[in-house]
């Protein structure tokens, strides 16, 4: 075999096992090595590479939410001073999984976008989480006085309001007159 010729493995393991310590230089004259790749290889390198590049990437999930309820919180007050309800709202509800008071601020929200079932409903969960929690009562009564319903219903949440927060009773109490202002008129 001359060398111009290019060696196959199983002659490659002859001249190993015959104890010459020369390795073998396909293809080369001088006895230089040469780097090449066989076309097969070649194709089914480029074929791999052609296929991972058709594919998608896989995506990153992050498995727990790196903000803690109270800055969602945080984060939809922001939003909402910027005028970007749709931002806190979604702030908010990622807040309401572990924080009663996120229901109080979405239905803040929803009050703001005249979206007053959403707002009530948002309202009667925040007491149902928080029974304890007197802005939810008056702006429940708010939504009603609003809305010109439920006023019977409305003046109880106005006085459930000042019941557990006297300290706001000037501002519940506000509420509980615009109410039994409303009742009064025919």
């Known amino acids: ?22 390795q073998h230089v396909v293809g080369s004259k001088q006895g230089k090595k040469k780097n090449f790749l066989s076309p097969v290889y070649l194709l089914l390198l480029t074929s791999y590479f052609l296929l991972l590049s058709s594919c998608a990437l896989p995506r990153i999930i992050i498995l727990d939410d790196p903000l803690s309820p109270e800055e969602h919180i945080n984060l939809g007050v922001a939003y909402e001073k910027q005028g970007e309800t749709d931002n806190a ?20 929200i929803y009050f703001q976008k005249n979206d007053f079932d959403e707002a009530e409903s948002a309202y009667k969960k925040a007491i149902e989480k928080e029974p304890s929690n007197s802005d ?26 000042i019941e557990l927060n006297p300290s706001k009773k000037d501002l519940y109490q506000d509420t509980l007159d615009k109410i039994r202002g409303a009742k009064s008129k025919p």
Not at 8 to 22: C, E, L
Not at 91 to 105: D, F, M, Q
């Open 89 to 108: 709202l979604k702030e908010y509800k990622l807040a309401s999984k572990k924080l009663p008071l996120a229901y109080l601020c979405m239905g803040n």
């Open 136 to 161: 939810a009562y008056n702006n429940l009564a708010w939504i009603y006085y609003t809305k010109k319903e439920n006023l019977n219903e409305a003046e109880e949440f106005a006085l459930k309001a």
């Open 1 to 22: 075999m001359g060398k111009d010729k290019i060696l196959d493995a199983a002659y490659q393991k002859k001249v190993k096992s015959r104890g010459k310590s020369r």
